[in-house]
């Protein structure tokens, strides 16, 4: 009898480990991996082009009047954050290990609330698993608060709030506020994300079997509209209303914006399979098959035998492992598959009317708001709807640890489980180990020691390169000047409080048209100071991601244009330098 208590409580303390300590280390571990991960690579791309918006509004430049790139809408979001660093630190040094160690600290609070929430209403291994999927993702990597990444999080936690109500047996309006806010912050920092958030709120309040949620919308609807109005006053308190409508066509105007206008919206579903069917074409045509016998089978009404669902699911896995490999150069992509290998283990197993539909209509929701708003506002295809397939991959989770025949077929339980541990494995690996736009990380040996990198670990190459174009800046750049750096060096706006005279600071180069459309419009932003690097300056290489992409000049210039002729005009003082040509009024 002793003997027979001693075994139960030793199964109850297992399983106690199992389920509710191992998560708390393994989250542990991937927080600790990610904090040390925060100091390496030195990108001279997107990452400092984010914190340059920011930078250009804390030193008073107006919205959409002065900058007219259509992404710095969500600057305001991060203003907040700079200005409190450079109330305390009075200075940019070290500005780019600051705000990775903020998103550090966001993702990490957001994982362990996803954790939490999901464990207590599904089991801790779904809630540890759509956990790690948020957390070990950043859209190529980017360790920062880009707007990608900062998309997700607001829209995962106001899901969270959103999912936990639904369960809710009363409702409640101050949380469903405070999801409306996190949408708000969601829609601006990608505002294509407005069509979704639009459509939806306006489908929940006029269908008549939803008007019990009445309530809960209008809670979130307000939340969003709070932050509207704060938003909008921001804007019209540093802008007149003329100004921002004569500039507004400049700002559609720019090349970058043409992809948006090339896609239809309706079609963009259309073109989310086309990527998908693209990407995973060896695997695609089998998946179909494996399908179609489903479906069949489905419409029949006969009922799988034991050795067919062994069989086809152990088909729809090995499928699934040639998906993996076909989704290892791209960060989060296996989500996708995850999101393949999940429907046809649903659609054996589960019937569509037991199926949990408040799953699918929070997270699913999300999640395909999220993989159209980035098919439709981005050019980088796959790339950005893999954000969307974060929250899709935790739907086919959550669906798939809800299934009964996890817990009766063990062989079924070790397949899902193996798919899952695919997953975040390699999601680790690429989070950890790839690199966007440096250098492979076992090159990143050099740690910078001052200046917007300090902290941060680059190649000798590129430390020295960093240096001397700083030490340029400290010597070249005078007080007043408005300081133009042209094509890829985003990060010299951050060593100076000097005035942008560019209409962005995203790739520019020197003979771009919209500088003369810029300062046909504005001649006051003329810059006094110019630098064009050497074309050799910022070289780079992706490791392990984005097709392994190498760049060996990517500063190289041709200099013509309005900008040549205003400065022979001008009479421009011309500094040789190894890093760098500088074009300098002589009346600064």
Known sequence: MKCGKGSLGKVKSNKYILNHILPVLILAVCSLCLLKRSFYSFSWSDESFYLTVVHRFWLGERMIVDEWFFTQVWGPLLLPFYALYRFITGGNEGIYFYFRILYWIISTLTAWCTYDKLQKRHSPMAGLVCALIYYLYARANIGGMSYYNMTLTWTLAATLIIYEQVYAEKLSKKKLYFAGIFLAFAVVSTPYLAVPYIAINVYLLIRKKYHCFRYGVFSVIAGTFSVAVVYAGYILYKSPLHEIIQSIPHILNEPEMQHAKDINFLLTPAVILIRIAWRYKWTIGIWTVLMAYIWYKKRKNALFTGTETAVLTGINLVVFIGNSFLSNNMLGCINIAVVLFAVPVIGIFQDSLSLDRRVLGVFGTAGGSLVLAFSFSSDTGLDAMAIGFVLAGMTAVLLLFELDVLQKEKVIFGMVVFACSIMIFQTAML???????????????????SGVGKYLFTTKEHAEQYDNIRAAIEE??????????????FWGYLCTDNAYGTPSSWRMPFNSPRLEEYYTAKPEKIPTCIFVLNPAYGDFESSLIQGNEKEEFPNENKIEGYLADYIRRHDYEKIELECATIFRSRSG
Do not use: G
């Open 476 to 489: 070249y750049v005078r007080e007043d000047d408005q300081v133009l750096y042209t094509q890829n060096c």
């Open 431 to 449: 989070r950890f180990f790839s690199v966007y736009r440096d250098a492979p990380i076992s090159q990143l040996n050099r740690q910078l020691t």
